[in-house]
């Protein structure tokens, strides 16, 4: 018995042993899993800005570029130019510094980008093909704002106004002025389609690190609200944006090398208003803004307190008294700050500032902006309701952000 016990003993030290060993042994062989990130660009261009679009890789090239074997930074980038079938493309560098682009997916010739499918089918490309621990998303073309499609061409409450010609390409003036030749880029034109902010926002199934609208007057308290559920921090405009867009040579390093989001966003703020800054005339043309997400509903509770008993106040607002973001009569574009200054009282208005330096971490302008003098900037463009303008007044009610602060009744 004694020996029958012994063995025992032994076969269960033995056992131990062996269990120890293989843990250590898996321990060794299976480090921690490294974290993924992963950034999409997705640039819809099968319009007038395929040179520009062109000029955008031909920059990213240039800068950084994570390499090949480097799992755990992956850059991918929707290509969509006319005359071209679209691409889903993995680009990165390989031991000798040189540029490569894999292609992940060739998508048919007549695929639209500016249209909600292709959106989504492109991002569960990206999923299945990358899937990522944090992600980033850019998205780069046209872009109107928090708009319902088609209504910055051809806005239906004006149509029987005398006074209001249509518009045959929406986007003329905003690729080359025809007052001073400088190009603009302005999200999704392909084909007369456009993807509209409550789509767009409801097709992203993952949370992002960042969005960054590469596009002209994103940068409206609109978007960010309807946007806020789907990432931690928004990059936009207010304004237009000058065709050449954000500095592909340098965003990329800050995104996939500095670990603190806050800090590395910011510099791709600073970044891009650094170079416009340092131009002369004309081209030194930039407003950008960031926001943090998660300090948006708290201004959504302070703004609906003013708003309550402001409606009147509201709709008869003398808008040429107004800091203007918009150029060419497409007056749906104002300074968020600047209306609500006009409705609170001292002690709302405080609160009001607070609570909109909470969510606005990094903004800056130049003084002018081609035409626009911008003598107020708070980082954060919305419309000014007219009781005229039905169309636009139903569709505004649909978005979240009125849904919050009961602007629009």
């Not at 509209?196 to 960010?224: H, K, P, S, W």
């Not at 944006?241 to 791709?268: H, S």
């Not at 997400?293 to 409606?311: E, K, M, T, W």
């Not at 609170?344 to 903004?363: H, S």
Request: hydrophobic letters at 35%.
């Amino acid at each position: 018995m004694k020996k029958r016990g012994f063995i025992r003993i032994l076969s269960l030290f033995a056992l131990l042993v062996c269990i120890s060993s293989c843990s250590l042994t898996s321990c060794k062989d299976n480090p921690e899993k490294e974290k993924v990130r992963s950034v999409l660009l997705y640039i819809s261009a099968n319009n007038n800005l395929q040179s520009y679009a062109e000029e955008c890789i031909r920059d990213l090239k240039l800068g950084y570029v994570p390499e090949y074997k480097d799992k755990s930074k992956i850059l991918l980038v929707f290509y969509h130019i006319p005359g071209k079938a679209p691409t889903l493309s993995r680009y990165s560098c390989n031991k000798d510094g040189v540029v490569i682009s894999e292609t992940i997916s060739i998508y048919e010739p007549e695929m639209n980008s500016s249209q909600i499918a292709s959106f989504s089918r492109v991002l569960a490309d990206v999923e299945r093909s990358f899937p990522a621990d944090y992600r980033g998303l850019i998205l780069w073309s046209h872009a109107t704002g928090w708009l319902p499609e088609g209504y910055f061409a051809n806005p239906l409450d004006r149509i029987g106004d005398k006074s209001y010609k249509p518009v045959e390409d929406p986007y003329r003036f905003l690729v080359k002025s025809s007052t001073d030749g400088t190009p603009q880029k302005s999200f999704g034109s392909d084909n007369n389609s456009e993807i509209e902010i409550t789509d767009l926002a409801a097709a992203l199934r993952q949370n992002y690190e960042f969005i960054l609208f590469d596009c002209c007057l994103m940068g409206g308290i609109e978007v960010a609200y309807e946007f806020k559920d789907k990432c931690e921090y928004m990059l936009f405009s207010p304004t237009e944006i000058l065709a050449d867009g954000f500095p592909y040579t340098k965003i990329f390093n800050p995104i996939f090398n500095v670990e603190n989001r806050l800090e590395a966003l910011k510099q791709v703020c600073s970044d891009y208003f650094a170079i416009y800054d340092s131009k002369t005339g004309i081209y030194r043309s930039a407003t950008v803004s960031m926001i943090k997400s998660s300090a948006l509903d708290n201004l959504a509770g302070v703004c609906g307190s003013i708003y309550r008993n402001n409606q009147d106040s509201i709709l008869t607002m003398d808008a040429s008294q107004l800091q203007v973001y918009f150029r060419f009569d497409k007056h749906w574009y104002y300074d968020f700050e600047d209306i609500v200054s006009r409705l609170a009282t001292p002690t709302q208005y405080a609160e009001f500032k607070r609570a909109l330096d909470q969510a606005i971490v990094y903004k800056a302008a130049t003084d002018i902006f081609l035409d626009i003098d911008i003598e107020r900037y708070s980082g954060l463009s919305t419309y000014l309701p007219r009781t005229q303008y039905k169309v636009l007044n139903n569709f505004y009610k649909t978005l979240k952000w009125n849904i919050a602060t009961n602007y629009v009744r």
